[in-house]
């Protein structure tokens, strides 16, 4: 820095540069990190082909599992030892193979099979178990949907099921049958707009709609804009509370 008044200077500042030589880092070199950073950094070396062998052989030796054999053929595709590598990663996936198909007895088990071994020497028998396997499962499913629940479930867990059509149908029978009261219709609208019962539920709306007062359907639409209320210490849904009064009070239909 210099004073612009009197020109003098007021500091100075310096930087020392030490360029490291190759033979600085050859000599340096301890560990395989060293001789990788060596290659790196001299990859021209007179150096590099002894060092570059030096650093195959730590990875063979250092092979003695699936990882690390897998590292090795990853680096040294057409190693030095490539093919005993090879047939030694083989015998090793092979062993794990054998244990998870030994654990494949469930459908956890199944899944996590296929997800493994797509290519597993095992695959096609534990395709054919999984598929009866879910079979088992969908039928189970079936014949237990006897509540809405349980059959909106069961379209849930088997969206493409061979009982699935069947099932939809069954849905929306169920909240057809509902449709006794003015909130169990607009229930049924609203989940079917398109339904096969929705000319027919629409109809009926507008005959209960003839049969209603301005107040009794200004008093219906204000409780459709409430969500939720607390009935004798119960959280129903304002379509429960709708059809709940219609049917009880105004016998609307």
Known sequence: EIDLVDKTPKSIRATLVIQYTEEYYYKKI???NDKIEF??????????????????QYYYDDATNKESYEKYLELYPTGKYIEEIKRKSNEVNSEIDEAYFEEANDGPGYELYIKKFPNGKHIEEVKTKYQKYLSDLEDKFYKNANTIE???????????????????????????????TYGGKEEYLKRYPKGKYATKVMAKIEVAKSKMSEEDIEEKENYNKVESKIVDGLEINSIQLVGTLVSNDKGWE
Request: glycine share 2%; hydrophobic share 25%.
């Open 30 to 32: 301890s560990t395989i």
């Open 39 to 56: 290659i790196e950094k001299f990859p021209n070396s007179k150096y590099s082909s002894n060092i570059k062998t030096e650093i195959e």
């Open 150 to 180: 349980k059959m909106e479930e069961y379209v849930i867990q088997f969206p493409e099921g061979k009982n699935v059509e069947e099932m939809k149908d069954k849905i929306e029978e169920y909240y057809y049958r509902m449709t006794t």
